[in-house]
């Protein structure tokens, strides 16, 4: 099958810019996937950037960045396995540099709300002098159906190190449609789209939701940073999250992060999705069944 043809739009200066290819980092992700997806139902040239794609792309191995960037016109910059990672700021202006330096004029970064590293990320890429619009996310709702954390579910009990801190879960669905708006859309360009679900929830309310979702009981269970990071290693987390997600809990789990934005409203023109909708599809899709969990 031949590929999409390249798709142009007007830059706000009224000169054409090519949006494809569209290179989109973690392309087979939790939200890179997504992203793919929508822009390939668009007929957009679309290319996964992943260790197994061809060209590959590792985030490790900088000789495989050129490659993956030929020919590319926009990119969607996600980071692995988080931007709060140690040398993720450096690692990302370096990417972004050569981006713009091989004709990748438009960037699309996926940041997170509340991580000074990953605040500090933003800048580095900003000042690469990329046209540059910034997709600053709360944690996502699709943790509790795409992760580990399912099987937590279907277990009967989300033991995490969460107190009881509200959080304004956004559908990762919500975050793909104002990443690929942004791709392909000049009116984006310079904006900060800082997104979060409708309400705050906190994970003894999340609990109750998906409870009622699934007609069984799931109960919440506070424990330590250490129980955490032990049940990471059970679970067999990529090594690289067990070494991310200690320090999300322990720094930004604090409350900074509790009030809701109007985020998905503003870039989509629409509202942002219930935690309860999410966990009705989810249910409805079988992410929480024993056997699709054992599979």
């Known amino acids: ?17 090519e949006i494809g290819p569209i290179l989109v980092l973690g392309g087979t992700g939790k939200t890179g996937r997504r992203v793919v ?11 996964v950037g992943s260790r197994f794609a061809d060209p590959p792309f590792d985030w490790e191995n900088r000789a495989t ?28 202006e370096a990417f972004a540099e050569l981006a713009v330096q091989r004709g990748a ?3 699309v970064l996926l940041s997170a709300r509340g991580e000074p590293r990953a605040e500090s990320a933003e800048e580095a890429v900003r000042g690469t002098g990329a046209a540059l619009t910034i997709v600053r996310s709360t944690w996502f709702m699709q943790n509790f159906s795409e992760d580990y954390l399912r099987h937590d579910v ?3 009990e989300l033991r995490l190190p969460a107190g009881d801190v509200p959080t304004p879960f956004v559908d990762a669905d919500d975050l793909a449609d104002v990443a690929v708006a942004a791709l392909i859309d000049d009116r984006h360009v310079g904006q900060l789209h800082e997104l979060t679900g409708p309400r705050s929830l906190t994970h003894r309310e999340i609990a109750a939701e998906i409870a009622a979702a699934i007609g069984r009981e799931l109960r919440y269970t506070p424990v330590t940073l250490d129980e955490y990071e032990a049940s990471l ?3 067999g987390v ?17 409350g900074r992060n509790v009030a809701t934005t109007d985020g998905v409203r503003r870039a989509l023109r629409r509202e942002a999705r219930e935690f309860a909708e999410y966990a009705r599809k989810a249910a409805a899709s079988g992410a929480w069944d024993e056997l699709a969990v054992a599979a």
């Open 233 to 235: 290693v059970a679970h």
């Open 238 to 254: 990529d090594p690289g999250f067990i070494e991310v997600l200690p320090y999300l809990y322990r720094e930004v789990m604090d």
């Open 105 to 107: 004029s438009r960037i």
């Open 1 to 17: 099958m031949a590929a999409p043809a390249t798709t142009e739009r007007k830059n706000v200066n009224g000169s054409p810019h």
């Open 65 to 92: 960045w050129a490659p993956a960037l030929a020919g590319v016109r926009t990119v969607y910059l996600t980071y692995y396995p988080d931007l709060a990672a140690p040398g993720a700021a450096e690692a990302t």
């Open 154 to 156: 279907v277990g009967g």
């Open 37 to 47: 997806e929508r822009l390939r139902a668009r007929g957009i040239a679309t290319r």
